[in-house]
């Protein structure tokens, strides 16, 4: 599986942006779906992520009542909806792939090229 997430920018605070993450392949249903975040000089950290069917999903306490992941199974592409953005939210987004979903990082196998979210205060 190939990630390629985009949708990355500059954006004031409180503004919002969506990120997207398209996989290749025709297994990407197969897959629970992840986000990450990685800033400056920090450990990467987890955002969110999604089930295989879209039935569950996750949230760190940071992001929560913010941020919406969703998938779109027949088009292999999993979306991250931001809004009420805030500085601390400036990072590098990975999206990733793994058999499961959930907030370890290790669990995931696949990964995608980062997508960089600047958060102007």
């Known amino acids: 599986v190939q990630l390629q997430a985009c949708g990355g920018g500059l954006v004031q605070a409180g503004g919002s942006l969506r990120l997207s993450c398209a996989a290749s392949?025709?297994?990407?249903?197969?897959?629970?779906m992840g986000w990450f975040r990685q800033a400056p000089r920090k450990e990467r950290e987890f955002v969110t992520a999604?089930?295989?069917?879209?039935?569950?999903?996750y949230y760190a306490d940071s992001v929560k009542g913010r941020f919406t992941i969703s998938r779109d199974n027949a088009k292999n592409t999993v979306y991250l909806q931001m809004n009420s953005l805030k500085p601390e939210d400036t990072a590098v987004y990975y999206c990733?792939?793994?058999?499961?979903?959930?907030?370890?990082?290790?669990?995931?196998?696949?990964w995608g090229q980062g997508t960089l979210v600047t958060v102007s205060s």
């Open positions: 392949g025709r297994t990407f249903s197969s897959y629970g």
């Open positions: 999604i089930s295989r069917s879209a039935i569950s999903t």
């Open positions: 990733a792939a793994g058999p499961y979903s959930g907030s370890y990082d290790g669990a995931y196998e696949y």
